[in-house]
């Protein structure tokens, strides 16, 4: 039977996520340091998510856009799941594998917690099914105990079905429309103007875009807020093909997308600056992040070198950004119990942690993720039947 076979890839996007993906490593590790967003090193790097948001929003309108007529809501699932639910999974196991060596004062229900509850956990968590405070074993209720950043994939998957039940369906006039309208709740959270009257008075509501993990209240506003204008303005630069060209692109690019969440915080920590780092972020996400997929999207690499860089880093984009949160506990872990030690041995601790996390996502790369992957493919969705063509 007919097999949808894959378009050829835009590798300085693929490059692109790969840089995101180490700003967000970095911005976990420093985390652990920081004493709250306001002194937080890397001080933007939760913009990261903004920006796959972008990326993904171009990388499914071109990937699928031109294909309806061959393929149906069934088989861009299956597609859809193949490329992403294998890591997810992945990422998965290897919190709950870890998860009572990150004992100590700040997760305090972990030495609380029956190993059976992890098991639940962890198997809901593959389902993709968020938990609420109920079902904590860390203290800090988050929707996904044992990998915390897979709420930003639950929202991806949302985001997939809306394209494929409502967005594809849209003219190209229409898709802007519904940008223009995401692009001012974005401008009302970034700048703190409250237009719906749901935001709690705290640091984490004023002048940030951090957040977004949870279920309830606040936090579904700051989720669904983040990823609707990022994933329409990926859509619609795929739709509309205005690309940008750029000699040396995937440099210029990469320079913006570190720079852009390693800028110190914007204004001071009263709470009347707030505004200014919300400002930045906004112009972040509306301006900064679509101008950096469409001169991807527009450039071409022109040495050997730049290219083998883009599909290693494009190759474990994904992977790292995935697996490497429960990391990051065991390094919270270690530093709560070990805060007197001197600055060279967490410099130490943090540097190889950054390390393993990219080994440990290379190797589940090679490993796991490509082969379970290429299985699916050749006994999955190779035996989905596509619609035949018209012309």
């Known amino acids: 039977m007919a097999y949808l076979e894959s378009k050829p890839r835009y590798e300085i996007l693929d490059g692109l996520r790969g840089v995101a993906a180490m700003m967000v490593v970095a911005f976990h590790l420093f985390e652990t340091y920081s004493g709250g967003p306001v002194g937080q090193i890397i001080n933007h790097g939760y913009l990261a998510v903004d920006f796959f948001f972008v990326l993904s929003g171009f990388v499914v309108g071109y990937a699928y856009d031109d294909r309806w007529d061959r393929m149906t809501l069934g088989d861009f699932f299956k597609r859809r799941l193949t490329r992403l639910h294998p890591m997810l999974i992945a990422g998965g196991l290897f919190g709950l594998l870890l998860f009572y060596l990150g004992d100590c004062e700040a997760f ?70 519904l940008m223009v309208i995401a692009a001012i709740f974005t401008i009302d959270l970034g700048l703190g103007l409250n237009l719906l009257g749901d935001r709690p008075e705290n640091i984490y509501s004023s002048g940030t875009f951090i957040g977004g993990w949870g279920i309830e209240g606040w936090q579904l506003h700051v989720a669904i807020v983040r990823v609707c204008f990022p994933f329409l303005a990926g859509l619609v630069i795929a739709r509309y093909r205005k690309f940008i060209t750029v000699k040396g692109g995937f440099w210029w690019c990469a320079v913006l997308v570190a720079l852009t969440q390693a800028l110190p915080r914007i204004g001071g920590p009263e709470t009347a600056n707030f505004w200014q780092n919300g400002l930045y972020e906004t112009m972040c996400i509306l301006v900064v992040f679509p101008l950096v997929v469409a001169m991807g999207a527009g450039s071409n690499i022109t040495d050997a070198k730049s290219q083998k860089l883009c599909k290693f880093l494009g190759d474990i984009s994904y992977p790292i950004y995935i697996t490497h949160y429960p990391l990051i506990y065991l390094q919270m872990s270690w530093v709560g119990s070990h805060a007197d030690m001197p600055t060279s041995a967490h410099i130490a601790v943090s540097v190889s942690l950054f390390v393993l996390a990219i080994f440990i996502a290379y190797a589940l790369l090679k490993l796991y993720d490509e082969p379970t992957r290429n299985w699916l493919k050749e006994h999955w969705l190779k035996a989905t039947k596509i619609k035949p063509t018209n012309c």
Do not use: H
């Open 108 to 177: 305090p229900l972990i030495n609380q917690t029956p190993w059976w509850k992890i098991v639940v956990l962890f198997l809901i968590g593959c389902t993709m099914i968020p938990v609420g405070a109920n079902m904590d074993v860390r203290g800090w209720q988050e929707t996904y105990p044992l990998n915390g950043p897979q709420w930003s994939l639950m929202l991806e998957y949302c985001a997939n079905v809306v394209y494929a039940l409502v967005l594809r369906r849209l003219p190209r006039v229409a898709l802007v429309v």
